[in-house]
């Protein structure tokens, strides 16, 4: 019992997703910084609102025990600007470098590849073997 559990820590993809979700829990707090100390006082300020999370519309205003109805459109606006930050910094910071080494990888198995192979027949020579197998095969008939 000991061995599996032992086997499934040790693999590597549990190992990493531990460290994906390190790192992105402290990236969180980065993009969090940027959204809230940023973007969204400069967009409270482009629609004269104190605070981004606190912009929206007064349905109906508080009437005794009864609270407001606001809907809060700034709070729509903030999470979708969170949710581009990350998208915009993960495929810059991740995905471009990686497809980027990829490719170089792929070039270089690829020349690799080539010097190992030998070279491939060109058309005329396999219309030529096509040609001496069939004059065979009417010979051999």
Known sequence: ???GFREFILRGNVID???AVVIGTAFTAIVNGLVTGIFNPVIALIFNAGE???AGVELRPPEGHTPAVLVSWGLVISAVMQFLLVAIVVYFA???PM???KRIRLRRKGS????????APTE???LTEIRDLLAKQNNAA
């Open 52 to 54: 981004l999370a606190k």
């Open 99 to 101: 497809n980027y080494a």
């Open 124 to 126: 005329l020579e396999l």
């Open 112 to 119: 690799e590849a080539e010097a190992d192979a030998p070279a």
């Open 1 to 3: 019992m000991l061995k």
């Open 17 to 19: 997703l531990a460290v």
């Open 94 to 96: 991740l995905i471009v």
